[in-house]
């Protein structure tokens, strides 16, 4: 099975995040790492549109058989088209049809070759569609609210005051890993009824948006 990173420039929420340096080397390698570590992986593929970015996948082992268009490196632009187009692509070049494929994102820097292993066995096993990494939320969703201008709360869930321990445990996702099957991407999903959570601890669980994000993975990689 290949692997996709998905690794566009120009991130507005932190700058340069995908090759920011994390604990010796860039974010985006972690990543590229676990990818290679991984028994179920065959070959890795980073898509960017960035030639700082390609120019650092290549340096730790990836492939970059091209850059992305740029409509597909907008804020607007769509994931899923970005899969799309570069499982595409890449079936016209390798003359031959991609029938599922994995996408690690270079903001899950702590998932392990593993995780990737398990969620594509999982994957297998179960003859799904989609597999997609979740983990455990810490405090039930039935707790969360929205807020109106006056910051007055909105019940999103029918209200409870039931103890942490009463409530059934909600799981998110992680965005560490996904396992698709081209045909229900092309069709406009990530779940159908045959799909499942690889689920994964959260200390293994962080997906890089901030700045506190990233100074938080950097603490925990620095323990391990």
């Known amino acids: 099975m ?79 088209d970005t899969y799309v187009y570069t499982v595409d692509r890449l079936a016209h070049e390798w003359n031959k049809p991609i029938d599922e494929f994995a996408v690690l994102l270079p903001t899950a820097p702590l998932r392990s070759s593993a995780d990737v292993d398990g969620a594509i066995e999982l994957f297998y096993a179960r003859g799904a569609d989609s597999v997609v990494s979740y983990t455990p939320e810490a405090h039930p969703v039935r707790w969360h609210k929205y807020l109106d201008a006056d910051n007055a709360f909105v019940d999103i869930f029918e209200q409870t005051i039931d103890n942490r321990q009463a409530l059934r445990t909600s799981y998110y996702p992680n965005g560490a890993v996904y396992v698709f099957r081209t045909a229900v991407i092309k069709a406009g999903m990530y779940y159908t009824n045959k799909s499942f959570a690889y689920v994964m601890p959260r200390n293994r669980s962080i997906d890089i948006d901030t700045l506190e994000d990233f100074q938080y993975a950097e603490f925990l990689l620095g323990r391990q």
């Open 2 to 80: 290949i692997a996709i990173i998905p690794a566009r420039g120009g991130s507005k929420g932190l700058p340069g995040k995908n090759i920011k340096p994390l604990c010796g080397k860039p974010l985006i390698a972690h990543s590229i790492d676990c990818a290679l570590g991984a028994k179920r992986i065959d070959r890795v593929i980073v898509s960017t549109n960035d030639p700082e970015i390609a120019d650092v996948a290549l340096q730790f082992g990836a492939e970059v058989p091209f850059l992305r268009p740029d409509y597909l490196a907008t804020d607007e632009a769509k994931a899923i």
